[in-house]
């Protein structure tokens, strides 16, 4: 019986999505797949030439043949030093991608700058998408006092695997709403359409943070305040130079909505309260 009612709510949930706003991008056009390193070049080793002929008397020095063998030792480190960037090329770079869930007490006006940003923000360049987290992370470390459930999630990867972390983390935050306004890599779209569906009991604003980044990033363990604070610090911490995508969601969208407590621990279980 109890795993009936939690199947209605769930379902009750999907059918009666509220509002959800999202913009960001990914400014990154993937290299061809790494090669593997081919056998390691050979040079003809030159040979030195003299005035005159070289007699090497027995007993004498004859240090004038150390010469063809400190070509040879140089020629080798150099066929090594590159065999081996060729080989930390095809492993490709470190990267991380990392995702904040905050939960917060609703107001109107948090949701009307957070669209105000996705109306703004430029989405087509790194530098536009820096500049957007990082005033998304002003505006929540504005708002400290509201916060109440959050989450912090980092996986260390390649650039290829934390971007493909990244888009399915995006795709899963689209899933918990129904989507009244996109802005992404340049392209908007806004459900004119859309009627609010205010509840009594609606309390909670959602808002999450999702970064691709080359820089090593780490979670906070606990969480509490102070991690989330450490965390929106770390993730405005991007700069144009390392930022490999990012994107912001929220839910609700519409000002005249705000989710239930019901509504956020079913579609957010792994919130920890702060």
Known sequence: MARLWVLVLLLGLALGQKSGGGVG????????????????????????TYP?????YPGGGGSLGLVPVAVFLGLALVAFLMVRGLRQAGEGQGASAAR?????????????????????????????????????????????PA?????????????????????????????????????FEGKRQVAEAYRARPEPGGRYLVVSLLLADRRPLTPKRPLGRAGV??????????????????????????????????????????????
């Open 52 to 56: 005159g002929p070289v007699v090497v």
């Open 147 to 183: 916060w109440r459930f959050a989450r912090y999630e980092v996986e260390n990867a390649s650039e290829e695997e934390a971007l493909a972390r990244f888009d399915a983390w995006m795709l899963e935050e689209r899933s918990k709403y129904e989507e009244t306004f996109r802005h």
């Open 229 to 274: 604070k450490e965390a929106l610090l770390d993730l405005a911490g991007s700069s144009p130079f390392t930022l490999l995508a990012f994107y912001l969601s929220w839910t609700p969208e519409r000002e005249e909505e705000a989710l239930t407590e019901e509504e956020l621990l079913l579609l957010y279980p792994d919130l920890e309260k702060i």
């Open 100 to 144: 904040l869930r905050l939960a917060l007490l609703q107001r109107p006006e948090v949701q009307r700058a957070l669209r105000r940003l996705a109306e703004e923000a430029d989405t087509t360049t790194a530098k536009g998408l820096a500049d957007l987290l990082d005033e998304a992370a002003l505006l929540l470390l504005r708002e400290e």
């Open 25 to 48: 991008g990914r400014p990154y056009s993937p290299s061809p797949p790494p090669m593997a390193p081919g056998p390691a070049p050979s040079y003809p080793v030159p040979v030195p």
